[in-house]
């Protein structure tokens, strides 16, 4: 039999869930290559991985390698159990790659270095700073469907939280915690009455977010990447789900997390590359919509199971990178934080410029 080379694509919650099934095929093979057309950047570092993955335009990557090899296009949503609500993303990937049915699959291996992990811990300690909280919420509410306009932000796809919504439950965050949003988009939450900071890191990579959720205390999200990066960091969460089940793309089984539903009974499952289905689409357009009983609801949950899973971080950030951090007050990445020269990750607390006019 020749080797075989795995092509991975689409957005990176994606290439993260196709990890575990990864690690079980090279228990029983060594001879293949992952081909990333989403970019390679979360198998770096991975113990058996790395050494398999190739960014799509590497040189001669089809002369060195895949002329010689059996190719195979891995789409998850194709499978059976997948779009019959059996199975989660990893575990497609695992019957897609295996053939072995549905199984429990690890957590998937997510490694990061000691400058991803010091970096997040900077930028959580600076918040806490800032802010005067000692337990820091990392909320990403916009899915990768999500639209921006002068006027609006929206998300067709049924994944995201509305903007209202987002506000408002950042204000009732706030009266415990410190919030760091988790977007693409930047918003100016003091002119939206918010009582505290909301830091939006920018300019960061998603191995640099994994550093900050890891060092942070808690995630609150929609169905995005953030969820499976705090699964894969054993980090505790509340997930809100509206268009897509949670059978599919979370953890509901997972003792760390709580699943919101607000789709259940309501939706009907998208046949995302199969078929475009209008109508379906339609039918889930505004399903993540909340009312201020809802919005309760999610604090709630986030204080629940902050209550029941906190766990005091150990810091690896001594206190002379302390120091430096809280006179960085505009989180400048070129700051020299210790003597190797460490970066820092860039955190605007408030954010007046380049906005998105959601509020208009």
């Known amino acids: 039999m020749r080797p075989e080379a795995f092509y991975i694509n689409g957005g990176a919650g994606r290439v993260l869930c196709s990890i575990p099934a990864l690690e079980k095929y090279a228990e029983e093979h060594d001879d293949f290559i992952i081909v990333c057309e989403g970019g390679m950047d979360l198998y770096k570092g991975h113990p058996k991985l790395h050494s398999k993955a190739y960014d799509v335009w590497h040189k001669n990557l089809f002369q060195d390698k895949l002329k010689d090899m059996d190719v195979r296009s891995v789409e998850p949503y194709r499978v059976w159990e997948y779009y019959n609500q059996k199975c989660n993303l990893s575990q497609a990937f695992d019957i897609e790659i295996n053939g072995k049915g549905i199984r429990e699959l690890s957590k998937p291996t997510l490694k990061l270095s000691t400058e991803e992990l010091v970096q997040g811990q ?43 919504n987002v506000v408002a439950i950042v204000k009732q965050l706030q009266k415990k915690y410190a919030v760091i949003l988790m ?31 890891g060092a942070a205390d808690y995630f609150l999200g929609c169905d995005s990447v953030g969820q499976h990066i705090a699964y894969a960091m054993d980090k505790p969460a509340t997930v809100v789900v509206g268009s897509t089940f949670a059978e599919n793309v979370s953890y509901p089984d997972y003792e760390k997390f709580d699943i919101l539903d607000m789709g259940e009974g309501l939706r009907q499952y998208s046949p995302i590359r199969l078929v475009p289905d209008e109508t379906v689409d339609r039918i889930n357009d505004g399903i993540m919509t909340m009312n201020d009983k809802i919005e309760d609801v999610i604090v709630k949950s986030v204080d629940k199971m902050l209550q029941k899973f906190y766990v005091k971080p150990v810091s690896r950030v001594t206190p002379e990178i302390k120091a430096i951090s809280s006179q960085n007050t505009c989180g400048n990445p070129e700051h020299d934080v210790s003597a190797k020269n460490q970066k820092a990750v860039k955190v605007p607390l408030i954010t007046t410029g380049n906005n998105v006019n959601a509020t208009k």
Do not use: H, M
């Not at 918040?127 to 002068?150: A, H, L, M, Y």
């Not at 009455?193 to 900050?212: D, K």
């Open 122 to 164: 900077i930028t959580i300690t600076e918040v806490k700073q800032k802010t005067g909280k000692d337990k820091v919420i990392i909320f990403q509410p916009f899915g990768r469907g999500v639209q921006s306009t002068e006027t609006a932000i929206y998300d067709s796809s049924g994944r995201s939280f509305d903007y209202k």
């Open 183 to 213: 977007s693409e988009f930047q918003f100016n939450f003091e002119k939206e009455g918010c009582s505290l900071p909301v830091a939006q890191p920018v300019g960061i990579n998603l191995r640099q977010w994994a550093g900050i959720i």
